[in-house]
């Protein structure tokens, strides 16, 4: 039988890289003043899993280099070495490279041979160094380390073996990279070739391998079938073993495993990907349950489907609205429940979406320890509210954002520890990350207890660049100096480094955060630090909104840009000659746009007291926004305009009404920008 192993790449690919995730969270997390046990079972388990998978799948590549990880990790898991800060910094080495290995073999594409030569020279000076804890092994420890002159091997698979992915031959393949293999195969129990099964194994082999070969090594290569073969290894005879050749050293791998126990490791290893079900999802028992892996095209097409319900629904209450209540009560009600249902079906199927912000801070650990190390820095990572729930899609795009945040607080926040000692500081600085929810919204911060932003330094390089005038700088309060470091091309720093001084990160940050909808605020103290404070939508599919009327045409606005909603007297707008109207509200003038002007729509309400003025507030500054008249509040479904017509100018999306027609969704970020810009010209 052929078995189409290309099926499961998939699953083996999403699995090791989560458990290269799970190894370098454990490396970060482990405290080599006190080693926890089941810490270092963890890292091993995780790379044994990713050893055997890629045997399993012919990603030899892989299995080779995880082969001499897995033995030192074995050593450490077995207290014959003492685990020190360099052991730590080499597997987290390891754990990159492992993860470019893995990318270049899922894409096909080369990787770094020099990072992996390199690494691997690292694991063998540590495999083949003076042992940190001298000890008397015990005679069964001995006997399975101590190397023989060649070994008997019986080898008898189950007839069920093929059913859960597993080849002999790739065992017998293995065996032949130890050292000089005869194999014999035994075929007394092959049934007739009526009664043969394809599925089924009837073969058994009789080996012997010759050469400078440890009892454990031959072990390693029959881990993965333990359960479902017969195994009997026992030591050649020494007139056997003197007439062998000994196996040519190119034979032999760069990297021996030695295990102490090979049993307990393979019960304590998270089961090969090949037992997963097909192709489109994985199945994986948990602790709390069981669940799923489901692409993400099929959750983005049912979301769609739940959206178009949500139209559909609202169409037909919108229809039923008319009718008489008394007549009609039985298919009101049922409307009613169907309104309900709807709304619990939408929430359960965006909740599939929702990932907890963990997937995100998890990374910042070590982005942080490497940093630190390079500019010599000393750092405390504080993370807060990790099981803060956002959509799937916002997850992936608020992670470039927060890490240029980040990397920014490490080299312009936090001092120097000599610095810091100075100044009557912990030289330990700290940088905290923190999510919540408020209302509709998740707010994220990134703080740090380091410098705060230089005023001063901040104006001077705003007015080198041409961004304000001196007697700007003067009358500029706080928050709009910070709001400068925002500028495209705008930096402090004093030399260009391959961390920071091009001026293209801050700039990024902004744009990354206002194409999700959200904003973000900078605040500092001199000498205290400074944070910065994101706010995102919890979906980009849904949005609150609020519906208003322009000329007949109906238009949303983002319910958490809306101020509040006013009717002007006459005497509260002004005009401002080349510079258009402007409203007073409690001594505060906002310029006024009208929304049939900007979209050169007939409406007859021209001036302001006849209409209504929504104020709308974004990136720190408010508009006042003229309508004919307010509708009301709703969730809308939000669809891409881009993808379907063109790119609108101050509008971000549109929806379907539930009588069917299509209402433009406003932009509030663009129409804010354009009018101060316009105000500023």
Known sequence: MSIDLERFHKSFFEESFEGLDSMETALLALDIA???????????????????????????????????????????????????????????????????????????????????????????????????????????????????????????????????????????????????????????????????????????????????????????????????????????????????????????????????????????????????????TTTRASGEGSSIRVGTEKIDALINLVGELVITQAMLTQQASTLDPVQFEKLLNGLSQLDRNTRMLQEAVMATRMLPMEAVFSRFPRVVRDLAAKLGKLVRLVTVGEQTELDKSVIEKITDPLNHLVRNSLDHGLELPEARAASGKDVTGTIRLSASHAGGHIVIEVADDGRGLDRARILTKAQANGLITAAQADAMPDAEVWQLIFSPGFSTAEKVTDVSGRGVGMDVVKKNIQALGGQVELFSEAGRGSRTLIRLPLTLAILDGMTVAVAGETFVLPLNAVVESLQPAPEQVKTVAGEGQVVRVRNEYLPMVALWRLFGLNSEVREAHKGILVLLESEGRKVALLVDELVGQQQVVIKNLEANYRRVPCISGATIMGDGHVALILDVGELVRSTSQAAAA
């Not at 754990?95 to 030569?117: K, S, Y």
């Not at 540590?126 to 070994?151: I, S």
């Not at 194994?201 to 391998?209: D, G």
């Open 34 to 280: 006190a080693v926890d046990s089941e810490t270092i079972n963890t890292i091993f388990r995780a790379a044994h899993s990713i050893k055997g998978g890629a045997a399993t799948f012919g990603f030899a590549g892989v299995a080779d280099y995880t082969h001499g990880v897995e033995t030192l990790l074995d050593q450490m898991r077995a207290g014959k070495r003492v685990i020190t800060q360099g052991d730590v910094d080499l597997l987290l080495r390891v754990v990159d490279v492992l993860r470019g290995l893995l990318g270049a073999a899922r894409d096909g594409t080369p990787f770094d041979a020099a990072a992996v030569a390199a690494t691997q020279a690292e694991i063998h000076r540590a495999l083949h160094g003076e042992p940190a804890v001298a000890g008397v092994a015990t005679a069964a420890e001995a006997a399975v380390a101590a190397p023989a002159a060649g070994w008997k091997i019986r080898f008898a698979p189950r007839p069920d073996l093929f059913r859960s992915g597993n080849d002999p031959l790739r065992i017998i393949r293995g065996l032949e990279q130890l050292g000089r293999l005869e194999v014999e195969a035994d075929t007394t129990q092959l049934p007739s070739f009526a009664d043969a099964d394809a599925e089924s194994c009837h073969l058994a082999w009789n080996l012997c391998l010759h050469g400078d070969v440890t009892r454990a090594e031959v072990e390693e290569q029959f881990s993965w079938v333990e359960d479902e073969a017969l195994i009997e290894i026992s030591a050649l005879p020494a007139a056997v073993a003197a007439v062998a050749p000994e196996a040519a050293p190119a034979a032999r791998p760069a990297l021996a495993l030695v295990r102490s126990n090979p049993s307990e490791a393979l019960a304590a290893a998270t089961p090969a990907p090949a037992a997963a079900p097909g192709p489109a």
